[in-house]
């Protein structure tokens, strides 16, 4: 039988036959869990090798640098996004901060979106300022807006597909023209739709950050992240890389960030965490495709309850993005919904009712999790930057799960008649 072409093979495919870089001595099925710090040598020239990339096939050294385990991984995400380069981290927070260590400088600014995960926010406004970094916050659907931001110190352009927990999607294919005519990287946070549902690449993403607790994690099994090089853009414009090594391996961002920006931060993926998540790779599809069809069902019937005022779902026709979310996405926009209620305290005693809905924070568990954002993501942010960041308190953020969806129909039901 001829081998069909790895790009010709479907998503769940790919990933689940994506093969390991060495053969394991035992036949392992399944890469194991090397949980060990570091790896012996035969001889001081081999190990002199490893230290300076000389080896066809790169060895590991030790876990905060690379891992076999975590390798794995990369490789099953790199076999399901095409993606150049991937970099597993502890967390999606840590792919975000890697990613803009690598990137900015003082004197530079980041042109993005305020309507992004609270610590993203966070990072920007306090954390990444105190560097001298400074962030132009812009809305993302006025082009010109974008366009006006940039200056010759834009390192990069970050938003997020979707929002969370505003639910926007901005037109990524055309705020890439400009940003491509600026020499400006785009950076995506693609937490909300995994590759199953949204091709980085076409939409013009040179960079995509994942907070792979979410989807990829199996069911809130473990913390981690991933970033992304789509190897598509060209860095010799920004001042921070552009004396960095270009290899036919990796671009200057990739080769910054890997050996030097995550090894000196630290922030390594854990093994046990990088073979939990190799094997929610292979399952992410199903599941995916399961919880995005009951977020879908559920968005209707929220929509059509009278005690409802709003429903935020990019496939309903009352969403504004109805129109770039059918274009960008494949199939149903994910398991996060919202809705909100006449108030803050007709939110609570919702909530408060719930019998089978978890009361937490996190998205994509197995596990339906309903959270009242601007009380617990956004709570320690002051009432100026809450209103900039577009966070209403009357709204909950629903992460749908894999219960069976008449069972959740009912206990929404039962807490909204509570509400009379
Ligand atoms: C869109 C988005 N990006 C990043 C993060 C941060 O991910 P982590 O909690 O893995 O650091 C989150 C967490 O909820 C998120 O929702």
């Known amino acids: ?9 479907k998503f769940s495919t790919r990933v689940i036959s994506e093969k390991f870089t060495k053969e394991d001595v035992h036949g392992a099925i399944s890469m194991p869990i090397y949980r060990n710090a570091a790896f012996e040598f035969a001889d001081s020239k081999s190990i002199e090798a490893a230290f300076q990339y000389k080896e066809e096939i790169a060895s590991h050294t030790y876990t905060r640098i690379t891992n076999p385990s975590v390798e794995n991984l990369e490789r099953k995400i790199k ?29 530079g600014n980041i042109v993005a979106s305020p309507h992004i995960f609270g610590n993203t926010f ?3 406004q306090f954390t990444l300022a105190a560097f001298g970094v400074e962030v132009r916050f812009v809305n993302t659907d006025n082009l010109e807006e ?44 693609t937490t909300i739709i995994p590759w199953c549902g949204f091709d980085a690449r076409k939409a013009g993403v040179d960079i995509e950050v994942v907070s792979t607790t979410k989807y990829i994690s199996n069911g809130a099994t473990s913390i981690g992240g991933a970033i992304l090089d789509y190897g598509t853009f060209n860095w010799d414009h920004n001042k921070r890389l552009a004396d960095v090594a270009q ?23 854990d093994p046990e965490t990088a073979f939990l998540q190799s094997l929610g790779m292979e399952s992410l599809q199903l599941r995916f495709e399961k919880m995005s069809e009951t977020a879908y069902q559920l ?36 398991a996060m919904l919202t809705f909100s209620l006449k108030s803050k305290e007709d939110c609570y005693t919702f909530m408060d009712q719930l019998q089978i809905i978890r009361r937490a924070t996190n998205l994509f568990d197995n596990k339906t999790l309903i959270i009242h954002p601007e009380s617990t993501i956004y709570g320690t942010f002051s009432p100026e930057l809450k209103e900039i960041m577009g966070i209403e308190n009357n709204l909950m953020r629903l992460s749908v799960g894999l219960e069976d969806i008449s069972d959740l129909q009912a206990d929404i039901l039962q807490a909204l008649e509570k509400l009379n």
């Open 1 to 9: 039988m001829v081998q069909k072409d790895s790009q010709e093979k």
């Open 79 to 107: 076999a399901a996004s095409g993606a150049e380069n991937v970099m597993m981290v502890a967390s999606g927070m840590a792919a975000i901060s890697n990613t803009f260590l690598t990137l900015t400088y003082a004197g």
């Open 122 to 124: 966070s990072l920007f």
């Open 146 to 189: 974008i366009a006006s931001a940039i200056d010759e110190n834009t390192c990069a352009f970050f938003c997020e597909l979707i929002t969370n927990p505003h639910l926007e999607i901005a037109n990524l294919p055309e705020i890439s023209k400009i940003l491509k005519a600026r020499n400006v990287p785009m950076i995506v946070d």
């Open 247 to 269: 290899t036919d391996a990796m671009s200057r961002f990739s080769f910054k960030l890997k050996r030097e920006i995550a090894r000196n931060i630290g922030a390594a993926m």
């Open 299 to 334: 968005a209707q019937f929220l929509s059509d309850n009278k005690d409802v005022v709003k429903v935020g779902y990019t496939k309903l026709e009352s969403s504004s993005y109805k129109h770039i979310s059918d274009k960008l996405i494949t199939g149903n926009p994910g």
